[in-house]
């Protein structure tokens, strides 16, 4: 398989440049029906965001150590780090491990559950999702270990709300197309989470969130992510962006935590480890492909990276 770095629209905002990358790859949905009492121990997924749904009913939420949160109609809340958690009809229930409970598959990626006793009624999208972009992977690790988003269902009128009903009407009648419509429909849940975490949380004020807001740096990270490929030098992306190359290159320490140069470099290395394990293109092709200008110079900057060669981080079973 050959992929090439598709080549990013150029927006007048970086931040939302980068939020465009968040396109999910949906690895397995499930409208789950429960009745209590009940409850689900949910395993670790590396590398993949979890996130549920609740279209009917209540139900509490434990991250492991964390307190139990309750978990209202209408909630959304994600996983973004894919660490094991329990969801439960009560915070005192006991929790029977995910793959222990029997689900009818609908799809290769869509099933439905049905579990618990005879009580009161809770229905779940759960959803587990891989973000497939360096640059989304990025965000979701500046991520905290929970986002809660549980004001949504107050306005009956809000697109929001319909967004969630849509949602539910969908996984519960499934007609053709049905998984194609959740997963565009997570898309939009999952980024205006994210961004209504960016807007109120103290975390996304520091470091590479905030540099790209900056009317600056942000516009040199949204180019540097746009052509990796670049020959680019501190000269070059000041004159992109408007400044001297001191003041730049002091800027974009300041806000982003390290130089430009070592920026360009692990934004390199980063899209080469993806590419390697998920293609079969050669050394060569991908040494060209990132901008340098020979395979010997990328295998360095690589090891120097990583500690290991290139060739040792790609997948056995990559075609």
């Keep these: 398989m050959t992929r090439t770095i598709t080549k990013i629209p150029e927006f007048t905002d970086p931040l939302g440049e980068t939020l465009h990358l968040l396109r999910l790859t949906g690895?397995?949905?499930?409208?789950?029906?429960?009745?209590?009492?009940?409850?689900?121990?949910?395993?670790?997924?590396?590398?993949?965001m979890m996130f549920h749904i609740v279209t009917a009913g209540h139900c509490w939420i434990e991250d492991k150590g964390e307190e139990p949160r309750l978990l209202q109609q209408g909630s959304l809340v994600l996983v973004p780090h894919g660490n094991g958690h329990c969801i439960r009809s009560g915070?005192?229930?006991d929790a029977v491990p995910l793959f222990d409970i029997p689900v009818e598959k609908v799809s290769d990626r869509y099933e439905i559950m049905r579990y618990g006793g005879a009580?009161?009624?809770t229905h779940i999208t759960c959803c587990v999702v891989r973000f497939d972009h360096v640059a989304g992977q990025k965000l979701i690790s500046l991520l905290p270990k929970v986002l809660h988003i549980n004001s949504w269902a107050d306005d009956e009128d809000s697109w929001l709300h319909s967004t969630l009903r849509f949602i539910a009407r969908e996984a519960r009648d499934l007609r053709p197309g049905g998984e194609t419509v959740i997963t565009h429909l997570a898309?939009?849940?999952?980024?205006?989470?994210?961004?209504?975490?960016?807007?109120?949380?103290?975390?996304?004020?520091?470091?590479?969130?905030a540099a790209l807001r900056d009317?600056?740096?942000?516009?040199?990270?949204?180019?540097?992510?746009?052509e990796p490929e670049k020959g680019w030098t501190v000269a070059?992306?000041?004159?992109?962006?408007?400044?001297?190359?001191?003041?730049?290159?002091?800027?974009?320490?300041?806000?982003?935590?390290?130089?430009?140069?070592?920026?360009?470099?692990?934004?390199r290395m980063q899209l080469a480890r993806a590419q390697l394990k998920e293609t079969s293109d050669t050394l060569a092709v991908l040494a060209e492909r990132l901008g340098y200008q020979s395979e010997a110079a990328f295998c360095?900057?690589?090891?120097?990276?990583?500690g290991v060669?290139?060739?040792?981080?790609r997948n056995i079973d990559t075609p």
Excluded at 187 to 209: F, K, N, T, V, Y
């Design 27 to 48: 690895t397995l949905y499930c409208r789950s029906e429960l009745t209590a009492p009940w409850g689900v121990d949910l395993p670790s997924f590396d590398g993949c």
């Design 91 to 93: 915070p005192e229930e």
């Design 119 to 121: 009580g009161e009624s």
């Design 187 to 209: 898309d939009i849940l999952i980024i205006q989470a994210i961004r209504s975490w960016i807007d109120s949380a103290p975390e996304a004020e520091r470091g590479w969130l």
């Design 215 to 226: 009317a600056q740096v942000g516009r040199a990270l949204a180019a540097i992510q746009r």
């Design 236 to 267: 070059l992306l000041a004159k992109e962006v408007g400044m001297s190359r001191s003041g730049f290159s002091a800027r974009f320490t300041n806000l982003v935590g390290e130089s430009a140069m070592r920026y360009l470099t692990h934004w």
């Design 300 to 306: 360095r900057a690589f090891k120097r990276e990583f």
């Design 309 to 313: 060669p290139p060739g040792s981080v």
